[in-house]
Nanobody, 123 residues
Framework: QVQLVESGGGLVQPGGSLRLSCAAS????????KGWFRQAPGKERDFVAA????????YYADSVKGRFTISRNNAKDTVALQMNSLNPEDTAVYYC????????????????WGQGTQVTVSS
């Protein structure tokens, strides 16, 4: 079964940091562009960050620029999202996704999705 599996979510205080990771299972995604999206309760799933398959190009939502960093390790077929200076508005389920097309902020461009990991920012 083809899967993307996220890990690293949890509860963190405002101003804190978390590092999310996403690993491939069942097939290789090392030559796929990858992205992170998030969905807060009652809201649509929104773009967070994306990275080209080479890692040479990265894209961020304005709301996370300067705080979040996306990176990848093609040898391990993983993608990570380092999240710093977290605030309560970052609370959401975070999903990783992969696409054979160029990296994009558009949710419809991604063909493979993980099950998500919960991130809660609260004191």
């Amino acid at each position: 079964q083809v899967q993307l599996v996220e890990s690293g979510g949890g509860l963190v205080q405002p101003g804190g940091s978390l590092r999310l990771s996403c690993a491939a299972s069942g097939r290789t995604f090392s030559r796929y562009a990858k992205g992170w999206f998030r969905q807060a309760p009652g809201k649509e799933r929104d773009f967070v960050a994306a990275i080209s398959w080479t890692g040479g190009m990265t894209y961020y939502a304005d709301s996370v620029k300067g705080r979040f960093t996306i990176s990848r390790n093609n040898a391990k077929d993983t993608v990570a999202l380092q999240m710093n200076s977290l605030n309560p508005e970052d609370t959401a389920v975070y999903y990783c996704a992969a696409t054979a097309r160029p990296a994009s902020a558009s949710i419809t461009e991604y063909d493979y999705w993980g099950q998500g990991t919960q991130v809660t920012v609260s004191s």
